[in-house]
């Protein structure tokens, strides 16, 4: 008898749970109130409600998210090249808001005086020009060492990425030097070119490896002693699971570990309903995260920065993030605009309605007074609201503004509505995708909420509310599978093209890919991906161009270059056939697939769907009666017009007036206009 597979998602308010019975195919689904102070706490908290065994625990966690934007993590000393201390500081000389005379670029992740150069030098080529001086390096190790205060140590050398050999070298004497000290080294984080991008990678690797190591080490104790878990997996940036002491010594691969879950779990939903194309809209308590499943694959990328100009490279699903959530804090600025986050009520005190001792208005206690969420069936009636104490917070607003509750409730919405239209333009428009070849697919315990406004003013024509939308993130970490993903910057041309050279690399990356997986446990359902970013030579940016081979010759190379100016001309409407290819970086990803859930499907509806009864929802064209129907007892066929509610535990569907929804065989409801 196989233990159950749990997906643990831990937010910024609720921490949710998902658990799959691979015996009997059966899904289960809970949540409570997030721990900030110990995010332990919670996910132990919600785990005790589940007596059977647990065979696999996939936990998706900000802890590493959340210690750079607060910064509450380790003294970081940076180990760079004589003369390249600067690095970090000087950064780009981009800026956020070009007229603002007053603007600050980010500060890195440590400080100048916790810089140290050593005398080195590794030319572009690879050639050692200057030896690394060991006697040097043990001197830095002892005064480091004696002083006390450095906790953790990023190593970044000129060059290293071409070739490694001091950059290992230094590792090995700092190690030996310093063995309470974790060092990252910019060859094992990220082996690419550009220096500031490469030297905020890995500072920021460091900055919390010693609080990640000590929480997963934490975590593992506490779930030892409760007992009954086979074991313990932390979802990466990428989608893909890895244990959690591959979590330790690489914690900069969960930036972006949350929201992950939801694309994962969006890409097999999009096979569920034969769509190519899906737009996730994750609207959670703190934040609203979108992404894409364009042609039934996510999309990745490296481009990420956790604050502006201070950029996190490593291998990600490509997620843009808004401070747009249902906790977020509706406010008047000083221009007496209204106005509605980034700042959120957060688990405590949370929004009003609550009744924790929370004061201001929020997008929830919006969503109560204006009747679409229910005070007495919130969580599934486990959680009784405070309508009069949303309606007194949301008076805060209303008053200065001099309208009704009711009428600043709407501006609330409308608000969030069209911040939210602006993280889907970022994720559709803006990379030139079309809106109207795409379907929105709503989850989070917010998202349902919206996803028929956001239909309306986004141009999406149809939206999708899966199963289990409040724990959509903790759902998609039940079908996840071992990821590893590793790049390498190689520069060549397509004049000059070292196929020997190529090859080898190439060979290197999937050997590592594939011994980083067994190393984990991971030895069955293998399968290898590579990819070049090519671009043409001056250009800045380049393209990922898949490759579908083993082995680099005269045949193959000349198919990675044909394939380079057709992708081109379709993302930018040119291409230079006889333009010269420049290769920048080769990349492999290497994926153990792990058994896809037998999910349960719907009995056939053997009449109209029937509803529970009817309240009063206010719209923007006023008041008016919805039908309430409960989600559990619609069946596959169902069809149900607005305006409607649509009702379970953790969520509810808005269905407004000209939309009509129906509900296919795996549960998955649709919208669209009529």
Not at 253 to 277: C, E, F, N, R
Not at 382 to 397: P, S, Y
Not at 420 to 449: H, I, N, S
Not at 530 to 540: A, D, H, I, K, P
Request: proline share 5%; hydrophobic share 40%; aromatic share 6%.
């Amino acid at each position: 008898m196989a233990g159950r597979t749990v997906g643990v998602d831990v937010g910024g308010t609720f921490t949710d749970f998902v658990a799959y019975d691979p015996d009997k195919h059966e899904v289960s689904v809970w949540k409570n109130l997030s721990t900030p102070s110990n995010p332990t706490d919670g996910v132990l908290t919600g785990l005790s409600s589940l007596n059977e065994g647990i065979g696999k625990l996939r936990l998706g966690t900000t802890v590493a998210t959340n210690a750079i934007l607060e910064r509450k993590g380790a003294r970081v000393g940076y180990v760079t090249t004589r003369g390249f201390r600067d690095v970090p500081f000087i950064q780009r000389g981009n800026r956020k808001h070009h007229y603002d005379s007053l603007w600050k670029k980010s500060k890195p992740l440590m400080k100048r005086r916790d810089c140290f150069e050593v005398d080195e030098r590794i030319m572009a080529d690879g050639s050692v020009l200057t030896p690394l001086d060991e006697a040097q390096v043990r001197e830095m190790a002892a005064g480091i060492r004696e002083k006390g205060e450095i906790e953790a140590l990023a190593v970044n050398l000129l060059f290293s990425y071409v070739n490694p050999e001091h950059e290992l070298r230094l590792k090995e004497i700092l190690t030996e030097e310093l063995p309470d000290v974790p060092v990252s080294l910019s060859y094992e984080v990220l082996p690419k070119w550009k220096e500031y991008e490469r030297a905020s990678t890995t500072i920021a690797d460091s900055f919390v490896r010693p609080l990640v190591a000590n929480y997963l080490r934490d975590l593992e104790k506490q779930l030892g002693e409760r007992g009954g878990i086979d074991s313990l997996s932390i979802i990466k940036s990428n989608g893909g699971e890895m244990t959690a002491g591959a979590a330790a010594d690489a914690p900069i691969h969960m930036t972006v570990s949350g929201p992950t879950g939801g694309v994962v779990a969006a890409k097999h939903i999009a096979g569920q309903l034969g769509m190519d194309h899906l737009v996730t809209f994750d609207m959670g308590g703190t934040s609203t995260d979108c992404s894409t499943v364009v042609g039934g694959r996510e999309s990745f990328t490296t481009s990420f920065e956790i604050e502006f100009g201070v950029p996190i490279q490593v291998p990600m699903i490509d997620i843009r993030t808004i401070g747009a959530g249902g906790g977020s804090i509706a406010w008047i600025d000083k221009g007496g605009m209204l106005r509605v986050g980034p700042e959120s009520a957060g688990a405590n005190p949370g929004p009003a309605c609550y009744g924790q001792g929370g004061t201001r208005p929020t997008v929830t206690d919006a969503n109560v007074i204006l009747g679409r969420i229910s005070p007495e069936n919130f969580l599934g009636g486990t959680m009784k609201l405070d309508t009069d104490g949303a309606r007194t917070a949301m008076a805060t607003v209303a008053e200065p503004l001099g309208v009704s509750v009711e009428e600043a409730a709407l501006a609330v919405l409308k608000i969030v509505s069209n911040n939210m239209t602006g993280a889907l333009r970022a994720v559709l428009t803006e990379r030139g995708l079309d809106p109207r070849d795409f379907a929105l697919l709503a989850f989070g315990g917010a998202g349902p909420l919206h996803v028929a406004d956001l239909m309306r003013e986004a141009s999406i024509p149809t939206g999708v509310v899966p199963n289990h939308p409040g724990q959509f993130s903790a759902f998609g970490f039940i079908m996840t599978d071992a990821r590893v993903d590793l790049e390498r910057t190689v520069q060549m041309t397509s004049a000059t093209f070292d196929m020997e050279r190529a090859n080898e690399v190439m060979k290197q990356l999937v050997d590592d890919s594939l011994a980083n997986l067994a190393t984990q446990g991971y030895r069955e359902g293998l399968s290898v991906y590579r990819t070049l970013e090519l671009r043409y030579l001056g250009q800045n940016y380049e393209l990922e161009v898949p490759v579908g081979f083993e082995t680099f010759d005269e045949e193959t190379a000349k198919e990675c270059w044909l394939k380079f100016h057709e992708m081109h001309k379709a993302r930018f409407g040119f291409n230079i056939p006889r333009e010269t290819i420049e290769v920048i970086t080769f990349k492999c990803t290497a994926i153990s697939v792990n058994e896809t859930p037998k999910l349960p499907t719907l009995e056939d509806a053997g009449e109209a769907a029937e509803p529970d009864g009817s309240r009063e929802v206010i719209y923007d064209d006023g008041p008016a009666q919805a039908a309430v129907y409960q989600r559990v007892n619609l069946r596959a066929g169902h069809e149900v017009s607005g305006p409607a509610l649509i009702e379970e535990p953790a969520s509810v569907t808005v269905l407004l007036a000209g939309q009509a929804l129906t509900v296919d065989r795996h549960g998955n409801m649709s919208i669209r206009d009529t």
